[in-house]
């Protein structure tokens, strides 16, 4: 199966933290822009952060600076997002998604630029 494998979702309370994982499954992990994206309820989903698996560049939505870090370990062929401080308005459905032979660039919420998606991983903040 070609496919992202999400892990590390739940709840917790404001000010909390969470990791999520994301693994590659089916697909060549080197030379990818690996993605997260989160979709709240009611609305559209958004990027969060992205890392270039070769070079190491990192983006970050301006929401989650400071408080977000995007890291990979390369021989676990996994990436992953260290959320803190976490507030109600992280809320939402977590994707991983792979943009597999490219690196990252400037457009990198750009959703259709990435070909492998995975199902999805449920963050609850609660206040």
Known sequence: QVQPVETGGGSVQAGGSLRLSCAAS?????????????????????????????IGIIYYAD???????????????????????LKPE????????????VPCSGAWYYEPGYNVWGQGTQVTVSS
């Open 26 to 54: 089916g697909y060549t992990y080197s030379r990818n822009c690996m993605g997260w994206f989160r979709q709240a309820p009611g609305k559209e989903r958004e990027g969060v952060a992205a890392l270039s698996t070769e």
């Open 63 to 85: 929401s989650v600076k400071g408080r977000f870090v995007i890291a990979q370990d390369n021989a676990k062929n996994t990436v992953y997002l260290q959320m803190n401080s």
């Open 90 to 101: 992280d809320t939402g459905v977590y994707f991983c998604a792979a943009r597999t032979g």
